[in-house]
């Protein structure tokens, strides 16, 4: 059954719940997190995403009792590296078809795809009387965003088929306010999975998966096949994830339980097996 969070069952109530599960094991926590939606507010422009510092804080504390934090986007390496300023962690971009782990460390780069560049100029030549719309080109992906103007989506999808009708090998996606055409491998959850068997090279981790998005629910899936996995949506709607909170405000309280949680953990839990004298692979 999925725990709603709302203003009928407290923060604290779910933290409870969230100690509960992971006291069940002796894994370590990482989190996986999905940006826009999630840790940042939607902006009428992507390029206009933030994270805000008081998060960017909380998860800097979060990496330094040696929880791995990984960002799973569809943004772009450069972009979503840029969001999260001053840290360097580990990120599955392009919705996985590129994973960083940190220190300039890559588990592979994505291709430069052909048919991208064509339907760029398909897509461009169509969204001229659109001026409202957004073209997106990812060089791996292309997106057409309509967050500027949502009545068009279906003149948007209508021009984003058209591309698809040329490359009909590209899978096509709806997010919030966006189309895109992805090659057929990017799924956030084989992304998730691929870092999580990374990790467990060295020991054994319990995965937190935090998204908004209908492109988040390949990841709240794959996490819910794996032993005591949490996933969580931000946002009403049907979905995978076993919980769910309401924004990016609760968000950004949960981490701060997260981190408290994590520190009375490592105190009174692990004793002198505690978290901050694990060291992880990404460092």
Request: hydrophobic share 40%; aromatic share 10%.
């Amino acid at each position: 059954m999925r725990n709603i969070i709302d203003e009928s069952i407290s923060q604290l109530e779910y933290l409870n719940s969230l100690r509960d599960k992971l006291s069940s094991n002796y894994n370590k926590p990482c989190l996986f997190l999905d940006i826009d939606g999630t840790l940042s507010d939607f902006q009428l422009n992507p390029i206009d995403s933030y994270i805000p510092t008081k998060t960017l804080n909380i998860l800097r504390q979060i990496i330094s009792k040696k929880i791995p934090v990984i960002a799973v986007t569809g943004r772009d390496i450069d972009s979503a590296r840029k969001l999260f300023e001053f840290i360097d962690l580990p990120i599955a971009a392009l919705h996985g078809l590129e994973i960083y782990l940190g220190n300039e460390k890559k588990l592979h780069k994505p291709k430069s795809f052909l048919e991208i560049s064509n339907i760029y100029k398909i897509l461009a030549r169509a969204c001229i009387a659109y001026p409202s719309l957004l073209i997106e080109n990812k060089k791996s992906s292309i997106a057409l965003h309509y967050r500027k103007a949502p009545e068009l989506e279906d003149i948007a999808k209508k021009i984003i088929l058209e591309g698809q009708k040329v490359f009909p090998n590209l899978r096509l996606i709806q997010g919030k306010f966006v189309y895109e055409l992805i090659p057929a491998q990017a799924n956030k959850g084989l992304a998730i999975k691929e870092v999580l068997a990374h990790l467990n090279q060295y020991e054994v981790y319990t995965p937190i998966f935090i998204g908004d998005d209908v492109t988040d629910e390949d990841g709240f899936y794959f996490v819910n096949q794996v032993e005591d996995g949490i996933s969580i949506k931000v946002g009403q709607g049907l979905t995978h994830a076993k919980y769910q909170l309401k924004d990016t405000k609760q968000v950004h309280d949960f981490l701060e339980l997260f981190l408290e949680y994590i520190r009375n953990y490592d105190h009174n839990v692990k004793g002198n097996n505690n978290l901050d004298g694990e060291k992880t692979c990404l460092n």
